[in-house]
């Protein structure tokens, strides 16, 4: 068993690897997510969702101008 001072500087000596190592874990990630490219399908996928709405609203428009609405003819 160590005394309780070995415990204090033990722990406080953990505590500052825990420290250093979380550090060290986000300088990787921000240096990972400056990387030029890394994203590249989401914007991809934006774009490609805007030119299906696009589609959509054109094909919309195909189905309500072939069909022309006519008033009931008096009789």
């Given at each position: 068993?160590?005394?309780?001072?070995?415990?204090?500087?033990?722990?406080?000596?953990?505590?500052?690897?825990?420290?250093?190592?979380l550090?060290?874990?986000?300088?990787?990630?921000?240096?990972?997510?400056?990387?030029?490219?890394?994203?590249?399908?989401?914007?991809?996928?934006?774009?490609?969702?805007?030119?299906?709405q696009?589609?959509?609203?054109?094909?919309?428009?195909?189905?309500?101008?072939?069909?022309?609405?006519?008033?009931?003819?008096?009789?």
């Amino acid at each position: 068993m160590f005394s309780p001072e070995v415990n204090y500087w033990v722990s406080q000596e953990q505590h500052r690897d825990r420290l250093l190592e979380l550090e060290r874990h986000r300088l990787v990630r921000l240096v990972e997510n400056q990387k030029p490219g890394r994203h590249w399908h989401r914007k991809a996928s934006r774009r490609l969702g805007r030119r299906l709405q696009q589609w959509g609203h054109r094909l919309e428009g195909y189905g309500s101008s072939a069909t022309p609405k006519t008033a009931p003819a008096d009789t």
